[in-house]
């Protein structure tokens, strides 16, 4: 997954093979350049912090997820596509398991990690069919990293081969996020029904106002409910 032939591949995986030995937060940029051989001035050509070595993983982890990540089936829900997606990250992210541990619980790189990790969960959706454009795409977004941070632990807890737990686990948030998110589409059709009644200049019925107050109301409270399953800038990568 690395080229190990570039300074990039090289630091990225000193970076990681460090993050297996000890604790993120105590490991400095120049000892991670000593580990890839190369020195400062080579490291800062790449990378200008800890934060954007794990940030280029995130982004080889997407391509190599990209790459294998079966395609939809006919006929297969969107949640069952994306189960076998999230599943074929954890195996991509296998070999390094014990590097992410230290470098979760260090807790050092979450808001800078941050966007990738949102960049990252729209190219999952994206693999399993799902858009993840506009306003809805966003909130898919956001609540399918809120999905993975907690999965994410619960993977790294995981000491059957079989990964029972995590399958559980992922399973049983997509399941709730299916219906989150159903409620969400809908919320969101009526929203952008009404508005296109007003651009037309036609007035919406009393049923109409009061159908766009209840659904705004109701998108509200899905929207917060994925949130309550984890921090999202607490999964790394």
Not at 55 to 70: C, Q, R, S, Y
Not at 86 to 115: C, F, Q
């Amino acid at each position: 997954m690395l080229d190990m032939g570039t300074n990039e591949g090289r630091i990225i995986s000193a970076a990681l093979r460090l993050a297996g030995e000890r604790p993120w937060n105590e490991i400095s940029l120049r000892e991670i350049a000593e580990a890839a051989g190369v020195n400062l001035a080579g490291l800062s050509e790449s990378f200008s912090s800890k934060s954007e070595i794990l940030g280029a993983f995130a982004k080889h982890v997407d391509k190599e997820v990209l790459a294998i990540a079966p395609a939809p089936q006919l006929g297969e829900s969107q949640r069952d596509a994306l189960f076998e997606v999230i599943m074929a990250r954890l195996d991509t992210l296998a070999p390094y398991k014990s590097a992410i541990n230290s470098i979760v619980k260090s807790g050092e790189a979450e808001l800078p990690m941050l966007r990738p990790l949102l960049a990252s969960q729209a190219w999952m959706l994206q693999a399993a069919g799902i858009d993840s454009g506009g306003p809805a795409g966003a909130l898919r977004t956001a609540g399918l990293a809120s999905v993975y941070a907690s999965v994410l632990r619960t993977w790294l807890e995981d000491d059957d081969p079989g990964l029972a737990r995590t399958m559980a686990a992922l399973d049983r948030k997509l399941r709730r996020g299916e219906s989150v998110m159903s409620a969400l589409d809908g919320a969101l059709g009526a929203v952008r029904r009404v508005k296109d009644m007003l651009r037309s200049g036609r007035r919406p019925s009393g049923a109409e106002n009061a159908a766009r107050s209840g659904d705004e109301c109701g998108g509200d409270a899905a929207v917060a409910e994925p949130a309550s399953s984890g921090s999202a800038s607490s999964a790394q990568p």
